[in-house]
């Protein structure tokens, strides 16, 4: 019987490739590709807007149902549990293809005192940075100013800051992070391409902050590819991406309007 042909081969990786190319692309577009597109929007809006951009505010936690404290909770759990979807959609491909899920990307809890330990370290390593690198941005007009919060003064306020900033690590780090590089070097890329990709990906969808808020996530993106590159595990940068939001967003609300150095709108 004759063998098939090699044509037939090729044609087969290629199929296989198509088939990852198309899943990366559907999984970017449910999430942090959308996030991307829309950042770009709202930038070009700030833009173009009379005034320059430190004169207008960009609100990462604000309320859904102004005076009505029980609906806005429930619509602020409810966004919070649907941004988590395309995080368990990657689970289940990963699944799909063989792999033990997100385990595989190092997001699990086999080795907690490490993840939180690296994850400390790198927190406290970007935070300052991150943090003076912003009020220099937004000095020099290149970034809006950035309200973490605004949420009503109730109860729930803090544990919802709390469960936001763990939804935002969780997405980021496991898709545009994790997940995207091992697609990425699944389809053949380079290492440094991948890295670019990334870090590219994660500044574009806080482009809405402004210039400031695009290039310090791009940095913030090279140094999580390399460090991810180096343990093997997301969970560390989990961990860091949770604590610097945990840490941003509480201590806004502890010290807006408080402090002579932090912008407020």
């Given at each position: ?176 992070l994790a997940y995207l590089l091992r697609r ?82």
């Amino acid at each position: 019987m004759r063998a098939d042909p090699e044509p037939v081969v090729g044609t087969l990786r290629e199929d296989g490739r198509r088939v990852l190319r198309t899943e990366t692309l559907l999984v970017l577009a449910l999430s942090l590709g959308a996030s991307a597109v829309s950042a770009l929007i709202s930038f070009i809006g700030s833009l173009t807007k009379p005034g320059g951009l430190k004169d207008q505010a960009a609100t990462l936690n604000g309320s859904y149902a102004p005076g009505r404290p029980w609906l806005d909770l429930s619509w602020q759990l409810f966004g919070i549990a649907t941004a988590l979807v395309p995080v368990l959609l990657v689970a289940h491909l990963l699944t799909r293809e063989g792999a033990p899920g997100l385990r595989v990307l190092g997001f699990d809890r086999t080795r907690p005192r490490a993840d939180l330990g690296r994850g400390v370290l790198v927190a406290a390593g970007i935070g300052s940075a991150g943090l003076a690198f912003y009020l220099a941005a937004r000095a020099s007009g290149f970034n809006l100013t950035v309200v973490p919060e605004a949420l009503p003064d109730v109860w729930w306020k803090f544990p919802v800051l709390i469960l936001s900033a763990v939804q935002n690590s969780v997405v980021e780090e496991v898709i545009v992070l994790a997940y995207l590089l091992r697609r990425l070097d699944g389809l053949g890329w380079s290492p440094m391409a991948a890295l670019l990709a990334s870090s590219v990906l994660r500044g574009s969808y806080h482009l809405y902050q402004g210039i400031g808020g695009f290039l310090g996530n791009v940095v913030m993106g090279v140094v999580f590819v390399l460090l991810y590159r180096r343990w093997g595990r997301v969970g560390p940068l989990v961990v860091a991406h949770a604590l610097l939001d945990i840490v941003a967003f509480g201590g806004y609300a502890l010290l807006a309007g408080k402090v002579g150095w932090l912008p407020t709108p």
